[in-house]
């Protein structure tokens, strides 16, 4: 299988890899991937396989972007390595840990739901309803999508980096959406569990305070099945705490990063 498609940012010892979530784009993360360079680290930030130019695989599943995620860091892996996994992204990361335990040291997760059991009935039915639900006649998918994104975001969110956010999440292929959302229902609570249980390197998790998918209750949650974990709350954010409020988002994702990987 080939490589997905990504982009290598900066100089170092130590690489930051960033996984977007279900609606997403290693474009996104221009603006953060500029705040970490100039910090010294390295930034490798991927398309996930059926995102951008990577083909979408038959099937879909975390095992195989986990796989491909595991090839990515046997290929450009430094010296240390940490992952941030956004949303989707952050449900796959312990799981690429699995696959490459002495490649990863640490890891990043935001706005993630864990894993589909980890919400009420009714949020599942709503998650499910909002991303397959049929389009209003005569809608484009463009704008579909950026409908999705936007009832994710803080209601007094804006800015420059919220609209690159917006830009690139709404650009997602619509088969991707699906097939990613269909992996979402049917990971295995028990494989993310014990996922999650398995990290034994320095983690970090950080919700959104007004966000309604990986709200602060259920990461929380999460937060507590790894031993040692942070745990921190953005103020105002929805879904995209690192572009909706950067400073408030970064002040616990530097100073994690500066305590445990500064060399």
Known sequence: MRMPDYTV??????????????????????????RLVARGYRVVA????????????????????AEAGARLIKALGSERNVFHGHSMGGQITPRIRLKVPDLVHGIVISSTIGYFANRTREEQEE???KRTAPPPP???????????????LGPASKG?????VREWASRTPPDAVKAAVKAVQTYPEADAVSGFRAVSVPALLVAGEVDQLGHPAGMKRVADMIPGCEFGVVSGSGHYPW????AGFN???FGFLDRNFRI
């Open 160 to 164: 420059p980096e919220v609209d690159l």
């Open 9 to 34: 940012s900066g100089e170092g010892k130590v690489t930051v890899f960033l996984l977007h979530g279900i609606y997403g784009s290693k474009e996104y993360w221009r603006c953060q991937t500029g």
């Open 243 to 246: 572009a909706e409020n950067p």
């Open 127 to 129: 998650f499910v309803r």
């Open 46 to 65: 991927w398309d996930a396989p059926g995102y951008g130019l990577s083909p979408l695989p038959d099937p879909f599943s975390f095992d195989v972007v």
């Open 138 to 152: 005569g809608t484009d998918p463009v704008t579909v999508n950026r409908m999705v994104v936007d009832s994710m």
């Open 251 to 253: 002040r616990y994702f």
